[in-house]
Every structure is written in C-alpha cells, then in structure tokens.
C-alpha cells in the first residue's frame, strides 16, 4: 500500500502520476518523460507547487477560479451542505433547497426570459443536455425533422461525443468518428488568421452570412439550433468583428430556428458583465453555463431555458434525459455562495470597470513587442497573436504552435500560467485580479516574450 501525501518528494509524486494518471488533452509519453508540476494549495490568484514556487495563475485554473481561489466561506457552505444532506437526487418527484435556491438566483441573474435551467456537471454535458432538449423541443412541436445544429470551426463545446462533435476542432474530430450526425460547421469570425485582404467589418458579416447560405442549403424545415461561444475560448480567444454578432441574431430572428450561446466561459463576470450576451447584445434561447457559475470550487454546469423552450417542454410529456448529479445538493450550495460573493463584493462590475479596462490598456502595449502581431482583450480575456511579421500578420514557418509552446514553457520558468493555442497566447485571470497584480502578469508576460524571442532567433526560428 502506497500512501501518497504532499510530504512526498516531487519525483515520487510525478512518478505514481505517470504510473496510474491519464491526463486530459495530453501526451502522456511526453509528459511522463518531463514529470508533471504537483501543484498543492493556492490563495488568491497565487498557486504554490511541490517545489515551494509561486506561480500566478493568468488562466484561473481553466478559466473557472473567478473569484479567487482560498475562500472559506465555499468551504464551510460545503461542509454544512454535506452535513445536512450530502446527496439527493430530483428525479421522482423530489427536489431540495440548494436546487431551488440556486435555479431561482439563475433566474434572477440572467437577462431576458432565462427563467429555467437544467442541472449538468459541466459545460460538456450541458451541452449534450442541449443537444437532446432541442431536438426535442422541435419534435414537440410537430416539427420533428428539425434536427441539424449548426455550429462553427474551431469552436469548443466540450470533450463528450456530443460537445465534441458541437465543438469544431478538427484534432478532435479526428479522433473517434466524430462528428455525430447532423451536427454541421461553418466558417469562424476570425479576422487575424482568415480576414485575409478584408476590413474586419467586411468579414466579420461575410461569415455571419454563412449561416443563412447554410440555413438555406440544409433547409430551414431541418435546422434545429446555431450554437456559438460569444467569444471564442479554447479557440484562442477569438473576439469577433463588431459585424458579426449583430448579423448573427438577425439571420436567427428571421428564420425559425434555436439560439444556443455557450457561455460556459463568457459566464459569469468574464467579458466584465454578468453574461457575455450582454455584453455583445445577444438573445439566446438557450445558454449554456458551468465554470465561473461555482469559480470551479465544485463540477457544475447547466442550461439555462428561456420561458417558451421551457413551456413546450414540460409540455410534451417526459423529458427522458438526466444525471445522478444533476442540481448536486453540495455543488448547488457552492454554486449558490460563489454568486452571492460575485454579487456582494461587486465583482463583476470590478472585472468590468476595474480590472478589465487596466488590463486592457496594458495588454494593447504588448503589441509593441517585436514578436507580437495583435494584442486584444475583453474583459478579463486576452489573446496575444505571435508572429514573425506584424504587417503581414503570416504565420511562422515551423510547425504550428512551436512558438507559441516555447512561450508558455518561458512564462511557466518565470512562475506565470499563460496558455497557448497554437501561436497565441491566452489569459484568462481570476476576475479579483487588483491592477498591481496585473502589472506582475504583464511583467512576468514580456520577460516570457523577451526571452522566447532570444530562443526563437537564437535556434533560426524567426
Ligand atoms: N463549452 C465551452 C465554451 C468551454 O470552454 C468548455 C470547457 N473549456 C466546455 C464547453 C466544456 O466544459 P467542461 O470541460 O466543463 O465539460
């Protein structure tokens, strides 16, 4: 019998890890070759490893920890939650108070008529749940052929067979046969890679009519749903021309069709308001959410139903779809104090006239850097393009993504989690974030840059 404690010595601690950890989205000779970072406690924005090092954490664990990790009021909500009643389901005719209680301050947080929601434990099956519930919805009313949902490439929408056949990342669906039927993508408002020659305005509304040239291709009487990121995440923080958005709700408006917004990232304070819907003038019938909905402190997500869906629905007989851990008595609890802590401590509106507009103006200076192409933020997100020639923003002659590796692996040596996707790099701090620690972050981020410059011409990358 091994005992494992962080009394352990680093090297053992990684070694048991490569023996018996499978790792998310790695590859797990590679890393069990390097030894994976033990990471034992953290406070704040700070997160502190086996070897006593303290790192910033620009991407609050993976964009979840809005408010801060070490609050012990989620702790002891946890602890009596558990206490009092540490499971049950509400399947048959039983519900409990922290499932009311959270569905009702949902409600009362989002905007429009969201006044619904359907518990999952995280975006991905959220997004299942999505995936059925419209499918449904159309079925009920009598449109059952109204089946396709059309999504976009290179968006993420999470790792089971249904989020990720929604998602449009083209690694993945290379692997097990995905897409599932009837889930089809159109192109992603990504001016800095595809805008090509085009005005950012211009192409912003060419692809936004890519969904109509798709409605009318597939049929309208076939479509059930457009689901999209508000901005995209996991796609390298993509934030879309002005254009598109607007375009986007009139195509949906005018034709009979569901709008799905994934706010499993843009949730919950990201974009510097409650919902990134709000932010960018959205009307989703559907959203999804997870993450900064309990700051990660507990695995939940779910759906949040706009009146009519919800009507049709509990309409039409039983919905037969659920989880064991749907509306999680615990998670519900620490859901439901993370938002009175986002709420009270005005959060949200920091993120929005605080954090968001100091980090703003001190990523756009990253622009300046000799590697960078374009420097943008949202919010408390921003994206930070690499790239061997600003004018003609091209992309580097190695490999995708070996620019933007080398970067993430100086910004980890110099104690600052950044992201990167492919040779982008990505924050997403921890919406507490006060602007003396963003002056750290970006102190930490240009000695990551000065030095993966160095690396990059050093080794003829450039
Ligand atoms: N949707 C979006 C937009 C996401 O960013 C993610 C996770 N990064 C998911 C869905 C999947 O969520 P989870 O990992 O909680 O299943």
Redesign the pocket.
């Known amino acids: 019998m091994v005992y494992v404690s962080n009394q352990m010595r680093t090297e053992e601690l990684a070694a048991l890890d490569a023996a018996h950890h499978l790792h998310p989205f790695t590859n797990g000779d590679e890393l069990n070759a390097k030894g994976a970072r033990v990471i034992l406690r953290a406070k704040g924005v700070t997160l502190t490893d086996s070897e006593g090092n303290d790192i910033l954490d620009a991407m609050a664990g993976?964009?979840c920890v809005n408010i801060g990790y070490g609050r012990e009021e989620l702790a002891e909500v946890a602890a009596r939650q558990i206490r009092e009643l540490p499971y049950y389901n509400t399947f048959f005719q039983t519900t409990h108070v922290p499932a009311i209680a959270l569905a009702t301050k949902l409600a009362e947080l989002a905007p429009g008529d969201l006044n619904h929601v359907f518990f999952a434990m995280?975006?991905?099956?959220a997004?299942d749940t999505n995936i059925r519930m419209v499918r449904r919805y159309w079925a009920a009313k009598g449109k059952p052929e109204k089946q396709v949902i059309i999504s976009r490439k290179n968006a993420?929408?999470?790792?089971?067979m249904g989020?990720a056949s929604l998602g449009g990342m083209a690694a993945m669906h290379k692997q097990g046969g995905l897409p599932i039927p009837n889930i089809v993508h159109i192109g992603q408002p990504h001016w800095y890679a595809e805008g090509g020659e085009m005005s950012p305005e211009e192409f912003g509304l060419m692809r936004a009519r890519e969904l109509e040239e798709k409605i009318a291709e597939l049929g309208e009487g076939k479509v059930a749903a457009f689901i999209a990121?508000p901005i995209q995440?996991?796609g390298g923080v993509v934030i879309p021309p002005e254009s598109y958005w607007p375009e986007i709700q009139r195509i949906c408006d005018a034709h009979e069709i569901l709008l799905i917004a994934?706010e499993?990232?843009t949730g919950f304070g990201r974009t510097g308001n409650w919902f990134g819907s709000q932010t960018l003038n959205i009307r989703p019938h559907i959203m999804?959410i997870?993450?900064g909905l309990s700051s990660g402190y507990a695995?939940i997500?779910g759906s949040l139903v706009c009146d009519e869906v919800a009507e049709v629905l509990n309409g039409s007989g039983e919905f037969a779809h659920g989880y064991t851990y749907s509306a999680h008595p615990v998670a519900a609890a620490i859901a439901l104090e993370n938002l009175r802590i986002l709420e009270e401590e005005k959060i949200v509106e920091h993120a929005g006239t605080v954090a968001g507009p100091y980090l703003a103006e001190k990523w756009a200076a990253l622009a300046d850097h000799p590697l960078a192409g374009e420097a943008r933020s949202i919010g408390m997100m921003a994206t930070l393009a690499l790239t061997p020639d600003k004018a003609s923003r091209a992309a580097f002659a190695s490999d995708e993504g070996t620019i933007g590796l080398i970067c993430r692996e100086r910004c980890f040596a110099n104690n600052l989690v950044m992201r990167h996707v492919g040779d982008r790099m990505i924050i997403a701090p921890p919406l507490i974030m006060q602007p003396s620690d963003i002056d750290v972050m970006i102190e930490r981020a240009v000695r990551s840059l000065d030095e993966t410059y160095d690396k990059v011409k050093a080794e003829g990358l450039l």
Request: charged share 15%; glycine share 24%; net charge negative.
């Open positions: 993976l964009w995280g975006g991905s099956d997004n993420y929408h999470g790792s089971t989020g990121e995440g996991a994934d499993v990232i999804t997870a993450k695995p997500g």
